[in-house]
């Protein structure tokens, strides 16, 4: 079995971790001289079906799948699709 030089393992990740903690204390110190505040997040993406269409999930599947309105996902077994996506008045969810 090999010996390590554990002073120096523990030096290295002390070094590790206060090079991180001084990069994110600087990310911080230029947020705030931006004007910027709150956490480090990027730009909100999208979620959901695209305009117009219909998202379903398959738990068994494990996928998501979106259709026209009005469509139900092909009934291969398992037929096991829900509708995630919120239906107006006049698009009422199909029939099963």
Same mark, same amino acid.
């Given at each position: ?5 554990? &002073? ?13 903690? #001084? ?6 110190? %230029?947020?705030?001289?931006? &004007? ?5 997040? &990027? *730009?909100?993406? @999208?979620?959901?079906?695209?305009? &117009?269409?219909? *998202? ?7 996928? @998501?799948?979106? @259709?026209? =309105?009005? @469509?139900?996902? =092909?009934?291969?077994? =398992?037929? %096991? ?7 107006? #008045? *006049? #698009? ?5």
């Amino acid at each position: 079995m090999k010996r390590r030089n554990y &002073g120096f393992d523990r030096r290295r990740r002390e070094d590790l971790r206060r090079a991180k903690q #001084e990069a994110k204390t600087q990310r911080k110190t %230029d947020r705030e001289a931006s &004007g910027s505040v709150g956490p480090e997040m &990027g *730009e909100a993406q @999208t979620t959901g079906a695209p305009e &117009g269409m219909w *998202e379903w999930f398959s738990a068994s599947r494990a996928r @998501t799948l979106a @259709t026209p =309105p009005r @469509t139900r996902p =092909p009934a291969d077994p =398992p037929d %096991d699709w829900i509708l995630l996506t919120e239906a107006s #008045e *006049e #698009e009422a969810a199909p029939e099963a």
